[in-house]
Nanobody, 121 residues
């Protein structure tokens, strides 16, 4: 089982990026995926995530600028980031609350590798 995040890069302030995260492997289902980020010298924080009932949570700092979406058929989530600011610079991580394998083995609080987003002129 793997969570693969992609789409990071260098962007100017005011620009946009779209992150993608796909769960791969022998997967039966993935529950409550989301995005977190960690800036240098800071703790990891929630950016946007789906809850177990399908609703969404956003950090106040990204509301109105970021949008999380998903494709259940692909076990994937996306993060559209608009009006990026230098303070959005961080490593962005994908997380799944639960991954159920076809073998019925469950993984909880599963993290993927990060993708670096740098907002700078």
């Amino acid at each position: 089982v793997q969570l693969q995040a992609s789409g990071g890069g260098l962007v100017q302030p005011g620009g946009s990026l779209r992150l993608s995260c796909t769960a791969s492997g022998s997967i039966r289902s993935v529950t409550a995926m989301g995005w977190y980020r960690q800036a240098p010298g800071k703790q990891r924080e929630l950016v946007a995530a789906f809850t177990t009932d399908g609703s969404t949570n956003y950090a106040d700092s990204v509301k109105g600028r970021f949008t999380i979406s998903r494709d259940n058929a692909k076990n994937a989530i996306y993060l559209q980031m608009n009006m990026l600011k230098p303070e959005d610079t961080a490593v962005y991580y994908c997380n799944a609350n639960r991954i159920l394998e076809t073998s019925w083995r469950s993984w909880y609080d599963y993290w993927g590798q990060g993708t670096l987003v740098t907002v700078s002129s």
